[in-house]
């Protein structure tokens, strides 16, 4: 028998891929699967989605308007010499490669689209005695850098979740934060300027999105809310930030819980200091898988989500 690979559906639960279109405020599925489960769509181009199921990377075509596509229509993209991974992935501005993390805990770059052998980027090993594991979120408009989590255990069993920036090419890490407070869900700005991500160091257990500006050490709190606020992407263009929230108490990013993906203004990204009130696009039933890698097309016109519903009597 194979061994099981990567997050599994429900007992008649759904996964769906669903594409909202911001001029107009509408939603249209493009994909649904009663037995496979695919999470974290990013976009290649115009007419592709990139997904991750059953611990590998996945191609899907966007269909015409009106035609929704089911696990028949996923092209797999091989990854030679790289372990399972999960559904943190992002990809290179060039198009020609995609950075997937493992399960080892190691971020590894693999040819886009077609795929082809992995190359190993970081090392984990280096930083022993200490246990470290890289969560990988985030890529430079110049690809230059990754953001990603890096998970650290010490020798006295202590487990940090902090903001690294990684070079691509070394797997060299820096770390913008590294303090007891767990951070998550780092990506940039379009500028490169900020990096965004979110933590409870403003609301100890409460998740909260924040910026930190090159050569900042000071985040900046965005969101304020008694809602748990996961994931924050800024559009290409700079002009939304969208993020998954979750109801109050709500501890992590869990699978399987109503969620909201929200809206608010990109320069709050920037640091702007407006009031204003997140717009909710699309309340749902998911939370992990729905958007936890950039899902924005280049046009910013439109971005892609998951989620899971099950069928009820």
Known sequence: MSETRGRQLLAEQTSRVHVYDVGTRTARTVFESASVLVEAPNVLDDLTLVLNA???????PL???????????LVPVPMHGVPEINNDHV????GTSAVVSARDGEL?????????TGTRITDTAAALPVVRKYYLHGIAPDGSALAAIVGERTEDGVWTTDVGIVDPDTGATTFRTRDEHPDDGCAWTPDGSTVLFNTERFTPGTAQLASLRDGSAEPVQITGDERVNWFPHVSPDGAHLLYLSYEPGVQGHPADH?????LLPGALARGARIA???E???ALDGGQGTVNVPPWAPDSTWFAYCDYPVRTA
């Open 63 to 73: 269909p015409a308007p009106g035609t929704v596509l089911d696990e028949t229509a």
């Open 91 to 94: 990809l290179d501005p060039s």
């Open 54 to 60: 059953d611990g590998d990377l996945w191609l899907l």
């Open 108 to 116: 590894y770059r693999v040819p886009m689209p077609g795929g082809g």
């Open 276 to 278: 204003v009130v997140p």
């Open 280 to 282: 909710t696009l699309v």
């Open 258 to 262: 109503r969620v909201e993906l929200r």
